[in-house]
Protein backbone atom coordinates (compact mmCIF):
# COMPACT_ATOMS: atom_id res chain seq x y z
CA UNK A 1 0.00 0.00 0.00
CA UNK A 2 1.39 3.06 -1.00
CA UNK A 3 0.84 6.60 0.90
CA UNK A 4 0.39 9.64 -1.34
CA UNK A 5 -0.33 13.36 0.57
CA UNK A 6 -2.64 15.45 -1.69
CA UNK A 7 -1.34 18.59 0.48
CA UNK A 8 0.30 20.88 -2.35
CA UNK A 9 3.47 22.91 -1.25
CA UNK A 10 1.77 26.51 -2.53
CA UNK A 11 3.05 29.05 0.07
CA UNK A 12 1.76 32.93 -0.15
CA UNK A 13 1.44 33.24 -3.85
CA UNK A 14 -1.67 33.93 -5.93
CA UNK A 15 -2.66 31.80 -8.08
CA UNK A 16 -5.67 31.90 -10.70
CA UNK A 17 -7.71 28.49 -11.80
CA UNK A 18 -9.46 25.94 -9.84
CA UNK A 19 -6.68 24.90 -7.77
CA UNK A 20 -5.98 27.40 -5.78
CA UNK A 21 -5.21 27.56 -1.90
CA UNK A 22 -7.98 29.60 0.21
CA UNK A 23 -8.04 33.40 0.37
CA UNK A 24 -7.70 35.83 2.70
CA UNK A 25 -11.13 36.89 3.42
CA UNK A 26 -14.54 36.17 5.05
CA UNK A 27 -15.26 32.55 5.77
CA UNK A 28 -17.15 31.21 3.02
CA UNK A 29 -17.24 27.40 0.78
CA UNK A 30 -13.56 27.08 0.43
CA UNK A 31 -12.70 28.66 4.21
CA UNK A 32 -11.26 32.08 5.49
CA UNK A 33 -11.12 33.92 8.39
CA UNK A 34 -13.77 34.11 11.57
CA UNK A 35 -13.88 35.52 14.35
CA UNK A 36 -15.79 34.82 17.79
CA UNK A 37 -15.20 35.75 21.50
CA UNK A 38 -14.65 33.59 24.75
CA UNK A 39 -14.63 36.07 27.89
CA UNK A 40 -15.43 40.13 27.64
CA UNK A 41 -12.36 40.85 26.51
CA UNK A 42 -10.44 37.45 24.74
CA UNK A 43 -11.39 36.75 21.19
CA UNK A 44 -11.05 34.18 19.04
CA UNK A 45 -9.29 34.12 15.12
CA UNK A 46 -10.09 31.02 13.16
CA UNK A 47 -8.74 30.84 9.87
CA UNK A 48 -9.96 27.74 7.80
CA UNK A 49 -7.90 26.39 4.66
CA UNK A 50 -8.75 24.36 1.65
CA UNK A 51 -7.58 21.10 0.85
CA UNK A 52 -4.61 23.44 -1.72
CA UNK A 53 -3.52 25.85 1.61
CA UNK A 54 -0.65 25.07 3.33
CA UNK A 55 0.04 25.06 7.42
CA UNK A 56 1.87 27.95 7.46
CA UNK A 57 -0.25 30.15 5.77
CA UNK A 58 -3.54 29.41 7.87
CA UNK A 59 -1.47 29.84 10.18
CA UNK A 60 -0.33 32.90 9.59
CA UNK A 61 -3.74 34.42 8.29
CA UNK A 62 -5.16 33.28 11.64
CA UNK A 63 -2.54 35.86 13.57
CA UNK A 64 -3.04 38.69 11.18
CA UNK A 65 -6.79 38.60 11.53
CA UNK A 66 -6.19 39.20 15.65
CA UNK A 67 -4.01 41.77 14.72
CA UNK A 68 -6.30 43.21 11.93
CA UNK A 69 -9.05 43.05 14.42
CA UNK A 70 -7.46 45.24 17.24
CA UNK A 71 -6.62 48.07 14.77
CA UNK A 72 -9.68 48.03 13.32
CA UNK A 73 -11.45 48.24 17.36
CA UNK A 74 -8.81 51.44 17.74
CA UNK A 75 -6.39 49.56 19.87
CA UNK A 76 -2.11 50.06 19.47
CA UNK A 77 -1.14 46.39 19.61
CA UNK A 78 -2.58 42.60 19.82
CA UNK A 79 -1.79 40.22 22.81
CA UNK A 80 -1.12 36.69 21.61
CA UNK A 81 -2.60 34.44 24.44
CA UNK A 82 -1.94 31.26 22.37
CA UNK A 83 -2.58 29.35 18.56
CA UNK A 84 -3.89 26.05 18.18
CA UNK A 85 -3.56 23.70 15.33
CA UNK A 86 -7.04 22.36 14.53
CA UNK A 87 -6.13 20.51 11.48
CA UNK A 88 -8.36 18.18 10.05
CA UNK A 89 -7.41 15.02 7.70
CA UNK A 90 -9.24 12.70 5.64
CA UNK A 91 -8.15 9.78 3.84
CA UNK A 92 -10.00 8.69 0.48
CA UNK A 93 -8.59 4.90 -0.79
CA UNK A 94 -8.26 4.32 -4.33
CA UNK A 95 -7.77 1.32 -6.83
CA UNK A 96 -6.11 1.70 -10.49
CA UNK A 97 -6.46 -1.45 -12.67
CA UNK A 98 -4.35 -2.68 -15.18
CA UNK A 99 -3.71 -4.97 -18.03
CA UNK A 100 -0.66 -6.06 -20.64
CA UNK A 101 -0.59 -8.13 -23.85
CA UNK A 102 2.71 -9.86 -24.61
CA UNK A 103 3.60 -9.83 -28.07
CA UNK A 104 2.73 -12.62 -30.43
CA UNK A 105 5.98 -14.91 -31.94
CA UNK A 106 6.17 -17.12 -34.08
CA UNK A 107 7.97 -20.44 -34.39
CA UNK A 108 8.98 -21.68 -37.82
CA UNK A 109 11.39 -23.13 -40.03
CA UNK A 110 11.87 -22.41 -43.74
CA UNK A 111 12.82 -24.34 -46.65
CA UNK A 112 13.89 -23.62 -50.40
CA UNK A 113 13.74 -26.56 -53.44
CA UNK A 114 15.02 -25.90 -56.75
CA UNK A 115 14.56 -27.48 -60.62
CA UNK A 116 16.94 -26.10 -63.38
CA UNK A 117 16.97 -27.32 -67.09
CA UNK A 118 20.67 -28.86 -67.30
CA UNK A 119 20.94 -28.06 -70.84
CA UNK A 120 20.38 -24.82 -70.85
CA UNK A 121 17.46 -22.54 -71.89
CA UNK A 122 16.74 -22.28 -75.43
CA UNK A 123 16.58 -26.12 -75.67
CA UNK A 124 12.75 -26.01 -74.72
CA UNK A 125 13.94 -29.44 -72.33
CA UNK A 126 12.39 -28.06 -68.93
CA UNK A 127 12.16 -24.58 -67.05
CA UNK A 128 13.88 -23.41 -63.89
CA UNK A 129 11.66 -24.22 -61.09
CA UNK A 130 12.46 -22.04 -57.33
CA UNK A 131 9.64 -22.96 -54.28
CA UNK A 132 10.58 -22.01 -50.74
CA UNK A 133 7.74 -22.89 -47.97
CA UNK A 134 7.52 -22.14 -44.48
CA UNK A 135 6.40 -24.55 -41.63
CA UNK A 136 5.79 -23.96 -37.62
CA UNK A 137 3.65 -22.32 -35.58
CA UNK A 138 2.31 -18.80 -34.15
CA UNK A 139 2.68 -18.19 -30.18
CA UNK A 140 0.01 -15.48 -29.01
CA UNK A 141 0.85 -13.75 -25.94
CA UNK A 142 -0.40 -14.28 -22.86
CA UNK A 143 -2.24 -11.41 -21.27
CA UNK A 144 -1.68 -10.55 -17.73
CA UNK A 145 -3.35 -7.67 -15.26
CA UNK A 146 -3.47 -6.39 -11.83
CA UNK A 147 -4.01 -3.75 -9.74
CA UNK A 148 -2.84 -0.86 -7.92
CA UNK A 149 -4.24 0.64 -4.01
CA UNK A 150 -3.19 3.73 -2.31
CA UNK A 151 -4.82 6.21 0.25
CA UNK A 152 -5.16 9.80 -0.06
CA UNK A 153 -4.64 11.93 2.90
CA UNK A 154 -6.48 15.59 2.17
CA UNK A 155 -5.38 18.04 4.62
CA UNK A 156 -7.59 20.88 5.92
CA UNK A 157 -5.72 23.57 7.87
CA UNK A 158 -7.80 25.29 10.71
CA UNK A 159 -5.74 27.25 13.24
CA UNK A 160 -7.11 29.05 15.91
CA UNK A 161 -5.58 32.36 17.65
CA UNK A 162 -6.65 33.58 21.07
CA UNK A 163 -6.01 36.87 21.96
CA UNK A 164 -6.67 40.11 23.49
CA UNK A 165 -6.39 43.53 22.12
CA UNK A 166 -4.52 45.95 24.69
CA UNK A 167 -2.82 49.40 24.39
CA UNK A 168 -0.69 48.40 26.47
CA UNK A 169 0.75 44.87 27.57
CA UNK A 170 2.65 44.68 30.54
CA UNK A 171 5.61 41.59 31.39
CA UNK A 172 7.67 40.50 34.04
CA UNK A 173 10.54 39.25 32.26
CA UNK A 174 11.10 36.12 33.83
CA UNK A 175 10.60 32.47 32.62
CA UNK A 176 7.63 30.68 34.30
CA UNK A 177 7.01 26.89 33.45
CA UNK A 178 3.50 25.04 34.34
CA UNK A 179 3.32 23.00 37.60
CA UNK A 180 1.00 20.15 38.09
CA UNK A 181 -1.51 19.93 40.71
CA UNK A 182 0.28 16.70 41.92
CA UNK A 183 3.33 18.43 41.74
CA UNK A 184 2.49 21.22 43.66
CA UNK A 185 0.27 19.59 46.60
CA UNK A 186 3.67 19.21 49.03
CA UNK A 187 3.52 23.37 49.14
CA UNK A 188 -0.57 24.15 48.79
CA UNK A 189 -3.25 22.86 50.14
CA UNK A 190 -5.71 23.10 47.27
CA UNK A 191 -5.77 21.20 44.05
CA UNK A 192 -4.55 23.57 41.76
CA UNK A 193 -1.19 23.49 40.09
CA UNK A 194 1.12 26.48 39.91
CA UNK A 195 4.30 27.95 37.89
CA UNK A 196 8.02 27.26 38.51
CA UNK A 197 10.37 30.18 38.14
CA UNK A 198 12.94 28.98 34.91
CA UNK A 199 16.77 29.94 34.47
CA UNK A 200 15.54 32.73 31.83
CA UNK A 201 15.28 36.09 32.62
CA UNK A 202 15.18 39.02 30.34
CA UNK A 203 18.26 41.09 30.57
CA UNK A 204 16.12 43.99 31.53
CA UNK A 205 14.13 42.62 33.47
CA UNK A 206 13.51 43.94 36.76
CA UNK A 207 12.65 41.18 38.90
CA UNK A 208 16.34 39.80 38.36
CA UNK A 209 17.67 38.80 42.26
CA UNK A 210 13.83 38.92 43.44
CA UNK A 211 12.85 35.54 42.71
CA UNK A 212 15.26 32.97 41.67
CA UNK A 213 15.20 29.80 39.50
CA UNK A 214 13.35 26.91 41.15
CA UNK A 215 11.02 29.15 42.80
CA UNK A 216 6.97 28.54 42.74
CA UNK A 217 4.65 31.12 42.20
CA UNK A 218 1.70 30.61 44.29
CA UNK A 219 -0.26 34.04 44.52
CA UNK A 220 -0.26 37.25 42.63
CA UNK A 221 -2.10 40.51 44.43
CA UNK A 222 -4.12 37.80 46.40
CA UNK A 223 -5.18 35.92 43.83
CA UNK A 224 -4.16 31.85 43.08
CA UNK A 225 -2.89 31.44 39.84
CA UNK A 226 -1.80 28.32 38.13
CA UNK A 227 -1.12 29.56 34.16
CA UNK A 228 0.69 32.12 32.24
CA UNK A 229 -2.79 33.60 31.71
CA UNK A 230 -3.87 33.86 35.26
CA UNK A 231 -0.83 35.91 35.93
CA UNK A 232 -1.06 38.27 32.82
CA UNK A 233 -4.83 38.92 34.63
CA UNK A 234 -3.66 39.66 37.79
CA UNK A 235 -0.90 41.56 36.67
CA UNK A 236 -3.33 43.57 34.27
CA UNK A 237 -5.53 44.57 37.10
CA UNK A 238 -3.25 45.56 39.73
CA UNK A 239 -3.32 49.26 40.35
CA UNK A 240 0.42 49.72 41.26
CA UNK A 241 2.22 48.19 38.56
CA UNK A 242 5.78 48.79 40.34
CA UNK A 243 4.68 46.63 43.32
CA UNK A 244 2.91 43.40 42.75
CA UNK A 245 3.09 41.47 46.02
CA UNK A 246 3.20 37.54 44.70
CA UNK A 247 3.28 35.14 47.31
CA UNK A 248 6.33 32.73 46.02
CA UNK A 249 7.21 28.94 48.20
CA UNK A 250 10.77 28.63 48.02
CA UNK A 251 12.90 25.57 49.80
CA UNK A 252 9.21 24.63 51.36
CA UNK A 253 8.43 28.09 53.16
CA UNK A 254 5.96 30.67 51.77
CA UNK A 255 7.34 34.11 51.67
CA UNK A 256 6.04 37.58 49.91
CA UNK A 257 7.98 39.29 47.77
CA UNK A 258 7.16 42.72 45.21
CA UNK A 259 7.45 42.27 41.63
CA UNK A 260 7.69 44.75 38.64
CA UNK A 261 5.84 44.58 35.50
CA UNK A 262 6.80 46.81 32.73
CA UNK A 263 4.72 47.92 29.76
CA UNK A 264 6.65 45.89 26.70
CA UNK A 265 4.13 47.55 23.69
CA UNK A 266 7.17 48.87 21.47
CA UNK A 267 8.98 45.55 21.79
CA UNK A 268 5.87 43.43 21.00
CA UNK A 269 5.28 45.69 18.08
CA UNK A 270 8.79 44.71 16.98
CA UNK A 271 8.05 41.14 16.90
CA UNK A 272 4.76 41.67 15.19
CA UNK A 273 6.94 43.20 12.45
CA UNK A 274 7.73 40.29 10.57
CA UNK A 275 4.58 38.86 11.17
CA UNK A 276 3.03 41.48 9.30
CA UNK A 277 5.63 41.84 6.67
CA UNK A 278 4.84 38.58 5.55
CA UNK A 279 1.01 38.78 5.54
CA UNK A 280 0.98 41.94 3.83
CA UNK A 281 3.60 40.33 1.03
CA UNK A 282 -0.15 38.18 -0.11
CA UNK A 283 -1.66 40.10 -3.26
CA UNK A 284 -5.00 40.27 -1.64
CA UNK A 285 -3.94 41.62 1.73
CA UNK A 286 -1.43 44.28 0.80
CA UNK A 287 -3.87 47.05 0.30
CA UNK A 288 -6.20 45.89 3.08
CA UNK A 289 -6.42 49.07 5.79
CA UNK A 290 -3.94 47.70 8.22
CA UNK A 291 -1.35 47.11 6.00
CA UNK A 292 -1.77 50.37 4.14
CA UNK A 293 -1.43 52.46 7.37
CA UNK A 294 1.20 50.62 8.62
CA UNK A 295 3.50 50.99 5.69
CA UNK A 296 1.97 55.19 5.69
CA UNK A 297 3.53 55.00 9.23
CA UNK A 298 6.39 53.45 8.62
CA UNK A 299 7.36 55.68 5.77
CA UNK A 300 7.82 59.30 7.92
Known amino acids: MRIRSSILMFSLVYFTGCATRTKYAPNGEQGGYSLKATT ?3 LVARFTGNVHTVKKDAS ?3 KFRAYEVCVERGFKTVNYIEQRDLTKETQVQHTSSYQ ?3 PTTVNATASKSTSYNPYGGGYGIGTLESNT ?5 INHGSKTGGSSTWVETNSYPVFDTVFTCENSIYRMGIEMNPVS ?3 MRPYVKDLMGGLQVGNNFKPNSPNIGRVTAGDLIVKIN ?7 EAVRQAVELANNKDRIETVLSREGKHITVYLQAVNV ?5 QMLGKMISAACSVPEIQKRPACVNRHTASAH
Open 222 to 228: GSRVDNI
Open 60 to 62: LFS
Open 265 to 269: VSDVD
Open 181 to 183: PAD
Open 100 to 102: YQA
Open 40 to 42: EKM
Open 133 to 137: STSGT
